[in-house]
């Protein structure tokens, strides 16, 4: 009935308008893929039959030479909306018909693989019915606790929110006042079940997320200004992509994708999938995974096949919150960090990213733009300009690509893209922070390190 197509064909008109729709879920960390199709059946055994018309560049990346007729996974999991006029409904897969548009929002590794990202359950999807019309301009989407209403404002203490907003807010107060009006949807989610309610409903106190269709690069005042799209009350937050840590000794040397470990140490996210298990299990690599080899807090560019059975290795993995060990096992890891020996770090990483603006013999100066969630979050209602602390024991790298070189304080250049980390207590404040010697200033380095 349809024929087989590429979609390389309509990669420059389809990313103009895959700005994504409704209240597509957003988080940092892990990548979202989200894709926009036509269904060509009814979703039956936990498949999505659709004909992929759009999607964010992440999901049109995986797609460049496939045919636009795919089949995406559902599960128990999976929540699915319908929306009409703006306002969304909790419905069952049955509930979806032939014909009808559907965004499918699947998080994911960075660089997955189209048959990856379709082998994993989606974690929502979203039903516009059977006719689409794609926002045009982006979400910028701010969390935070609801303090004030006016007739035509809300004002909050923001908490965070997507990468678009987050950004926007470094150097900011906390507080910042949004505009609403006749055309802005107010709702109260009782879990998974929004209501549509009114704007004096709303509840001082309660945890709120306003969304704002802008302009790509709107200053924060345009976009406070721009009359928010969705309010929510009591929204609950999407799965988040979190990071696995699995500390382990290689039973043999890495072949044919796979990691043989004996599992010693992870963080909580990693131990708790580990319940219940065999310290004995095997992990997947893949082309994109990273091997890095530490010697003195060093870091070198290895190949899987320079990794000895014995060492003791760090394999980091991103999946969903709450992911099976089998699920993550599956996952190519993104990196993995052979130390030879046992010492991992006592204290939690803040990592710091901006254009360096000076340096002295003991600090760097950075105009932040971004960061680790524990170091963004402490830079809310911050000046952009931080100066961090540096020492003898901080190790300085060039990155050129993927390949990181040892240099001195006085070869950083400024204006260049820089990296601090620092260790610090869990917690600490940001005063604390800078006055912790960092670790690393990597100057280069690039954004999956």
């Known amino acids: ?5 590429s979609i ?16 597509t879920p957003s988080k940092a960390p892990g990548i979202q893929y989200s894709f926009l199709g036509q269904l060509t059946a009814a979703p039956a055994n936990g498949q999505l039959a659709v004909t992929v018309q759009q999607g964010n560049p992440a999901a049109l990346r995986v797609m460049l030479g496939q045919s636009v007729d795919q089949s995406f996974s559902y599960g128990n999991n999976t929540e699915f909306l319908k929306w009409s006029k703006g306002v969304p409904h909790v419905v069952q897969a049955s509930d979806l018909a032939v014909g009808d548009f559907v965004w499918i929002h699947i998080r994911d590794n960075r660089g997955a693989s189209l048959a990856a990202i379709e082998a994993k359950n989606a974690g929502r999807v979203d039903d516009h019915g059977s006719q689409i019309n794609p926002p045009s301009k ?26 678009r907003a987050t950004h926007l807010l470094i150097g900011q107060p906390k507080s910042q006042t949004f505009s609403v009006d006749a055309s802005t949807i107010f709702l109260l989610w009782q879990g998974k079940v929004p209501t549509v309610i009114s704007l004096a409903q709303l509840k001082i106190g309660d945890p709120v997320a306003v969304r704002i269709r802008a302009g790509a690069h709107a200053p924060l005042a345009k976009v406070e200004s721009t009359p928010a799209v969705h309010v929510g009350e009591l929204e609950p937050a999407p799965p988040p992509m979190i990071q696995y840590l699995f500390v382990a000794q290689l039973n043999s040397t890495p072949a044919n994708g796979q990691l043989a470990v004996t599992v010693q140490r992870g963080n909580r ?15 997947a690599y893949g082309n994109n995974t990273e091997f890095l080899k530490w010697s003195h807090g060093v870091p070198t560019v290895v190949q899987a096949s320079d990794l000895a059975a014995g060492d003791f290795v760090w394999i980091h993995v991103r999946d969903t919150a709450g992911a099976s060990l089998a699920d993550i096992e599956s996952k190519a890891a993104g990196l993995v960090g052979d130390r030879s020996q046992l010492n991992p770090p006592s204290k939690p990483l803040y990592l710091f990213r901006g254009t360096l603006t000076g340096a002295t013999s003991d600090s760097v100066t950075l105009t932040v733009h971004g960061g680790n969630r524990a170091a963004t979050r402490l830079l809310i209602g911050q000046p952009k300009s931080q100066t961090f602390t540096v020492g003898a024991s901080t190790i300085f790298l060039l990155w050129q690509g993927k390949v990181p070189t040892v240099i001195s304080l006085g070869q950083l250049t400024i204006g260049d893209k820089v990296v601090v980390r620092i260790r610090a207590p869990k917690h600490a404040t940001l005063a604390n922070v800078e006055s912790t010697v960092a670790g690393h200033v990597g100057d280069r380095e690039p954004a999956n390190q």
């Not at 996210?269 to 992990?283: H, I, P």
Request: hydrophobic share 50%; net charge positive.
């Open 1 to 5: 009935m349809r024929v087989t197509r």
């Open 8 to 23: 390389a064909i309509v990669l420059a008109a389809a990313l103009v308008t895959a700005a994504g729709a409704g209240a």
């Open 269 to 283: 996210a990693a131990l708790k999938a580990m319940l219940g298990q065999s310290v004995d299990q095997t992990f």
């Open 138 to 163: 982006p979400l910028y989407l701010f969390r935070g606790t609801l303090t004030g209403t006016g007739s035509d404002s809300v004002t909050l203490t923001v908490n965070g929110g997507n990468g």
